[in-house]
């Protein structure tokens, strides 16, 4: 492990089996019907965002790998990325344990922040 890539694909090709048993969580919680409809929406969109956001690390972690760029800005893409990738999809499975239809909560403000430490515009929460 001697470049910052090589260790970011390794976190992230460890992090893809847990995305696996989230697939697999997934199904039998919703066969079981444990989930509500709410819970099942958030729970989906948290497992879709995490298992796309792991293989677009993968092809960015190649392109930087390939591009030749310093060891302090390979280290700053891989960390944006892991933030990036548990902000996302971590923020949708935080609001479908502690949100409510219709309501933002901390969930759905996390990845969203924008500058100013509000929520953009285009994101209104959903009316129902």
Do not use: N
Not at 84 to 101: C, D, K, N, R, W
């Amino acid at each position: 492990m001697d470049t910052p890539v090589k260790v970011f694909t390794v976190v992230a090709l460890l992090s893809l089996p847990t995305v696996m048993f989230g697939g697999y969580s997934l199904l039998r919680l919703i066969s079981a019907e444990r989930l509500t409809d709410f819970q099942r929406v958030y729970f989906r969109a948290g497992h879709a965002h995490a298992g796309v956001l792991l293989i677009l690390s993968l092809v960015v972690l190649d392109i930087v790998d390939r591009s030749g760029i310093g060891t302090g800005l390979q280290w700053l893409v891989g960390v944006l990325i892991v933030i990036g990738t548990l902000a996302q999809s971590g923020g949708m499975f935080v609001h479908m344990a502690i949100g409510q239809p219709g309501a933002w909560s901390w969930g759905t403000r996390s990845p969203s922040r924008g500058r100013s430490g509000s929520p953009p515009r285009c994101c209104s929460p959903p009316t129902g």
